[in-house]
Structure formats: C-alpha cells, structure tokens
C-alpha cells in the first residue's frame, strides 16, 4: 500500500495532513475516500490507450494528432457529420476528460455484453453522472461536443510487425461506426442519446484481445484530471505485468505523456503532480519518484481482484 494511505491508516484523514505539504492535503482526502470505498465496479480500455492519449487540450481545427510510443502508434483524424438541419459539420479531435470517459463507457460496456452495439440511454447518462459529470447546462454541451468529435474522427492505431517492423494497424475507420447523436433538451423529458451505438469491428475485436481492467471509482476520484487519467491506465496495464523494478526516465515519460509541453522541464512539475493524484487513487501502486531521474515502476497488485477481471472477461 502507497505511503499516503499507509500515513491516513496510522493518523486518520485530518491528522494525515499535517504531515504533508499544504499543496498537497488534497490528495490525503482523495486517498481516505478511496480507502473507504466498497465498490468493486470495474471498467475496461484497450491497453493501446495504456499506451498512447489523445490530447490534454482542443487543437486548433482541421489538425490532425498523432502520439507514438515504441511500441504503437496512435493517429487520430477530425471528421465531418451532418447537423441537425442537414447541414455538414466539421469536428475536431476530442481532447479531454471528457472524451476519455466516454470511450471508457464504450469500452466497458462492449466488453461486459460481448458485443460491439452499445446501449446508450439512461445507462451511459447514470455513468457519467457517477464519473462527477453532470449531463445538464454547460456540462452538456461539452459532453456533446466531445461524442461528436468521437463519432466523426477516425482513429487508428499501429504497431510494428513482420521481419521489417513495417507498421500495420487496424482498417482506417471510426473507432466508432455509427455515431452518438445528442439531442436538445425537451420541456418534460430530455433525451440525450440515440439508442445504440456500434464500434467498429476491428476495434472490437482488438479491445477483447487486449483489454486492460481499471477500478470505475479510481477514475471517479481523477474524472477532470486528463493527464491523471492517463497514468492510472498506464499503471494498471504496466504494475501488474512487471517482474522486477523498471526506471523510467523522464526523457522516457516526456515522450509519452508531454504533447503540449514545449519543454521537458515544464512538463516534469504537472506530470508529477498528476502521477501523485493517480497513486493517491491507486493504493497498490509500487512507484519511486527521483526529481533528477524519473520514476521506478515495482511490481504490483492490480487495481482490482485477479478474481474480478476473470469474472468480467471470461
């Protein structure tokens, strides 16, 4: 168990935080609500996310985003869908905790059904609202813009293979075949989804292949945090695999984590600060942080029961 959760154990919440940098006592009450948890809900992404992110911030329109780790290549295109009125509209990459929560609704529920068509309704309505998103007012509005960025780009990953390490990915189509249609408020009865949505089928077949379990109140406790989000998926598909200790340099991590940041001295400070936020919601997390080095990864249990992952994905 982290340091963190080991001090509020021993102290308490409110004496934990006299033992911590006042910048910091928020993390002690995100570390104490996640002690006190007793949900067992699970959620699913595919482990090429693990790998690769969209972007933290909006692009400017008509830009195209790519990020490459060793191992895969994530490049996602913005895409055009018609209006309302008939009328077509270009969209831009989605970007954001938003878009996050969203394909790790479609994830989740593709797996848990075995199927790629997705039921959207009240169900995906009641998950965000357990995220912390509020699907009412602005909250609305970008949860809206953020599926119809989803639904009109195309998102492809690669990765290297045969004898030449050529890179091959999946079919160049939408992640999402069918797009999530958002409707206006009613006087009486808001209706905010169409009924289903289906993923494409090479997405699907490569999320059942390589799915990566996460604990749903974790993300809970970061749903804002983009950056944060990204980290938790990455521990939870890295510690638990791992058979020794593995540094990470921040070179290593810039690489991975740093689109946006210019340089990687401004980027160390708010990577650290989101790593300390997905420890906080990961207890189990063995993770060293050198300010002149990086990081060191040691084997760790999975956010969640070895039992449970077994039960969802067999």
Known sequence: MGELHQLVLRKGREAAKRYVPEGERK?????????????????????????????????????????????????????????????????????????RLILLYLQTEAVRNRSPEVELGRSMRNWLERM???????????????????????????????????????????????????YDWDDEQPRLWVDTVRLSDSFFNALKKHPVPIWEPAVRHIANQSMAIDIYIWLAYRLRVLEKPTPITWAAAYAQFGAGYKEIRHFRPRFAESLKMALAVYPDAKVDIDDDTGLTLHPSRPPIPEREMAALLA
């Not at 809206?144 to 990953?157: K, L, Y």
Request: aromatic fraction near 8%; proline fraction near 6%; hydrophobic fraction near 35%.
């Open 27 to 99: 993390l002690v009450d995100i570390a104490a609500t996640v002690l006190e948890e007793e949900s067992n809900a699970l959620g699913i992404t595919y482990s090429g996310f693990c790998l690769t992110s969209l972007p933290h911030r909006r692009l400017p329109d008509g830009i195209s985003w790519k990020r490459q780790s060793p191992k895969l290549t994530l490049l996602v295109e913005p895409g055009q869908l018609l209006d309302g009125r008939g009328d077509v509209k270009s969209y831009g990459v989605p970007y954001g905790s938003r878009a």
């Open 132 to 182: 912390g998103t509020t699907t009412g007012g602005k909250s609305y509005i970008d949860v809206r813009d953020q599926a119809s960025r989803i639904s009109a780009c195309r998102m492809t990953f690669f990765w290297p293979s045969g004898p030449d390490d050529r890179a091959i990915g999946f079919s160049k189509e939408s992640i999402v075949q069918s797009g999530i249609q958002l």
